[in-house]
């Protein structure tokens, strides 16, 4: 039965392991707050990216209308800059917040799920020392069964620390 147990924990593990630790390892490796900073970042940066490609697709479209291309810098800030800044501005604090939310549930079940991991590896450890435990129980009562059944070679019974025993099963 206990054999069944250690393997039923050490499935349990394995679908742990293959399905979610490898990302979630990487995500504890971070204190939250250094998580969360992290990841908001890279969206900051990537909406940055976005907003800077769509000033140039409408650029593009400009050039494909026969519009007029600004020239000169007060040009380019208020076709371009000032129209953007307002968007660029609102967009980044919604998503900020809104993925401070999202990578705040995404390592609190990462914790959760690396708790339970630890449990399950825990029970695992604990099962492997009664086991250990079991079969030591185990030997040493059979060392006292062959023990007491221990004789010299005339067929005396003597004590266990007599030179030359036989053990007789």
Known sequence: ??????????????????????????????????????NNFMSRILIFIATVILMGVQVLWRIEKGLNIPTTRD?????????????????????????????????KEATKRG???????NELQELSKKTEVVKEVVSNTKVNDANSNITTEGGIENEPNVINQTVIN
Not at 80 to 107: A, E, Q
């Open 115 to 121: 708790e339970k991991y630890d449990k399950i590896a």
């Open 75 to 107: 040009e380019w800030v208020y076709d371009y800059i000032v129209p953007y800044i307002g968007v660029l501005i609102i967009v980044m604090v919604v998503y900020s917040i809104i993925s401070t939310l999202v990578y705040r549930k995404n390592y």
């Open 1 to 38: 039965m206990v054999d069944k147990e250690k393997i039923i924990l050490m499935t349990r593990l394995a679908v742990l392991d293959k399905n979610y630790m490898y990302k979630d390892k990487k995500i504890l490796s971070n204190y939250i707050g250094d998580y969360v900073y992290i």
